[in-house]
């Protein structure tokens, strides 16, 4: 069982920048590749990206390719999601998520989520 909390959402301008966190409790964080999803208002969840186990890998979506960067701390148990570069289209509450073993991009593939934490990017 893996209990998951974020943080680290609130109001930014656009071009500005957020880390969020995801803290882990529970048993072997490391052996749980991580996920972050989004979901806008009167959107379905979206995938966002995810990190390996070990953290050596990750993958993002085209929309934030080259402005969001995901990283984990396993000593910490936790997951990072820096934000840079914010459009007011990257508004949306943010989760994290957990499965074992791979990675993966669909949402039904994830064992456990977090309560989601809000960030909203003013024009």
């Known amino acids: ?3 998951l909390v974020e943080s680290g ?3 930014v ?3 500005g920048s957020l880390r969020l966190s995801c803290a882990a409790s529970g048993r072997s964080f490391s052996s749980y590749a991580m996920g972050w999803f989004r979901q806008a208002p009167g959107k379905e ?3 966002v990206g ?3 186990w070990s ?3 990750t993958y993002y979506t085209d929309s934030v390719k080259g402005r969001f960067t995901i990283s984990r701390d396993n000593a910490k148990n936790t997951v990072y999601l820096q934000m840079n570069s914010l ?4 508004t949306a509450v943010y989760y994290c998520a957990a499965k074992a073993l791979t990675t993966s991009r669909l949402e039904s593939a994830y064992d456990y989520w977090g309560q989601g934490t809000q960030v909203t990017v003013s024009s």
């Open 1 to 3: 069982q893996v209990q």
């Open 9 to 11: 959402g609130g109001l």
């Open 13 to 15: 301008q656009a071009g």
């Open 45 to 47: 969840r979206e995938f």
């Open 50 to 52: 995810n990190v390996n």
């Open 55 to 57: 953290g050596t890998t």
């Open 87 to 90: 459009k007011p289209e990257d």
